[in-house]
């Protein structure tokens, strides 16, 4: 489960579940922690990609992050 905490900085958490039980078998896990407006979540069905929108990049972009390696990558920004 992946979901974004709009009271406070706009953080992205991820909480490890069974899908098919519903139970949690994992911690919390901060995915976008600093001040940077994360939002937008969408994962794979897999859960090992994740695409979000930011402003760490100094605007609005959009971010594909490897949940797997935890490599990101800018995917689109807005055209000037």
């Known amino acids: 489960v992946v979901f ?9 958490w991820r909480l490890p ?3 098919n039980t519903g139970k949690v078998n994992g911690e ?7 001040k940077s ?6 994962i794979q069905p897999d ?3 994740l695409v979000y929108t930011s402003r760490k990049a100094g605007m609005q972009s959009l971010f ?4 797997r390696t935890g490599k990101e ?3 689109a ?4």
């Open 4 to 12: 974004t905490d709009n009271g406070g900085y706009g953080a992205l």
């Open 28 to 34: 919390l896990q901060p995915i976008v922690s600093d």
């Open 77 to 80: 920004t807005p055209l000037r």
């Open 17 to 19: 579940c069974d899908l």
């Open 73 to 75: 990558r800018i995917v």
């Open 64 to 67: 594909f992050r490897d949940l």
């Open 37 to 42: 407006d994360g939002g937008h979540p969408s």
């Open 47 to 49: 859960g090992s990609a």
